[in-house]
């Protein structure tokens, strides 16, 4: 038998899944690992939780290999907008800095409200904010000098992942189209960028194809891992674009949307596209597929604060969401908006904060546990009415990620987007992509379409015209409010910036 084996760097834990060449899932782990995050904004991550993560997820499902068996490739999806420091012998001179950390918004806003933020965001197709790289290293020079005068490396966390393993400096081309540094057109690290962030492509990795493979482990990492020293490793993408192949969302039109920890509603286009409003993001698969979308900080997260703060963490999520079912569509006039981090698409503000609006005398925890999970919702929704602004129409979107197996949050969004949802049955898109890339990188398929026969069907989720209703008239006061919280975002969260320190 032949396998392959999908692996997914996630914000919270590392899966692997192990692949027949035809999609079949035999087995799958996942290693979990922290988010340190403390009132400054920082979210970090230790390099080798996650490298020891990584190890052991791969050492799981490749201990179902038989010996006259073969495993014909690992390939790698990674979450997005990370960096790590490195001295000039490769000491890491900071943990992993994820996509969540916010340090970088006073130098973002700065960037935002100048000429040459605006020029760099249409050359590079990654939107200001203190997720991206760019941001990162602005505030890395301005606030940590002690770490950014040592630098002379950096890279991102599946960058890191290949150095440990193959001792190789590179990024692929997916991952460096997130990074706010380099040009989507000309293919090159933008010199206005890096200007700006005093670095050097001298201390940039090599950009490479998703394609590109590895090969020739340690005998000692080949061991940790249970697998053979010729195993090829191929590059893969970042986890976003990749989530749109993993549902089969790559012809015009489809859309592709995702709630994990986060989310993202995107559509793939054959060539470049930004958003003179700067709302979207354009980020690569393959030098011949572009996704366009835009991303959200308030997915799964902020349900899970809403399980273990409102409902003290008495409750599993199945249970809170049984309670949000005993509420009607549009929780009785209660609304949320869930800025509980920040936000980036549609409001693209660091300095965000969540919300409650509407409470009165007979709401209950039912009512607040529903609003949560439609406020989610309305938030990918004012998402995608931009997308439609720079991409046009959505002809259909394919479901993904940790929400669909809640019948009621999928329901919730086909009655708000006033679309059919078809959610496949395929449970791991980001792997299974990362896969097929590998298929194609081996010659296995002359074409990304080929994912079409490993999906599965498809469940389809139908708007109910009475919530529909409901939801029509919900909608424009949702955005309406964000735009009239929106003034006194930077206010608030001054004020627990300062409350905080002074404790």
Known sequence: MDYLIGVDLGTTATKAVLFEKNGKIIASSSQAYPLYRDASGMAEEALEDIFEAVLSAIREVAIIIEENDELLAISFSTQMHSLIAFDENWQPLTRLITWADTRAVKYTEQLKASKVGSEIYRRTGTPLHPMAPLSKLIWLKNDR????????????????????LFAVNKIDLSTATGTGIFNIFDLQWDKAALEIT?????????VVEPYEIEQNLSEDFAKQMGIQRKTKFVWGAADGPLSNLGVNAIAPGVAAITIGTSGAIRVVTDKPKTDEKG??????LDREHWVV??????????????????????????EV???????????????????LGGERAPIWDANARGSFFGLNYGHNRNHMARSVLEGIVFNLYTVALSLVEVVGDLNMIQATGGFTS????????????????????SREA???????????????????????TMIGNNQTYLPNPE????????????IRLSHTLGLEYENISDFQRRFKANK
């Open 145 to 164: 000098p002690d770490i950014y005068e040592k630098a002379a490396h950096y890279l991102e966390l599946k960058g890191y992942i290949f150095y440990r």
């Open 198 to 206: 005093g670095v050097t492509p001298e201390q940039l990795p090599q």
């Open 279 to 284: 709302r979207t993001f354009t980020y690569a």
């Open 293 to 318: 979308g835009g991303p959200v900080n308030s997915g799964g997260d902020v349900f899970r604060w809403v399980r273990d703060q409102i409902f003290e963490g008495e409750m599993s999520f199945e």
């Open 321 to 339: 969401t049984a309670l949000a079912t005993k509420v009607s569509a549009g929780a009785d006039g209660l609304l949320f908006h869930p800025y």
């Open 406 to 425: 809640s019948k009621l949050w999928t329901q919730i969004m086909a009655d708000i987007f006033e679309q059919p949802i078809n959610v496949s049955e």
């Open 430 to 452: 980001g792997c299974l992509a990362a896969v097929v890339m590998a298929e194609k990188a081996l010659g296995m398929i002359d074409d990304l379409g080929e994912i079409s």
């Open 467 to 478: 919530n529909v209703a409901r939801y029509r008239e919900l909608s424009p006061i949702f």
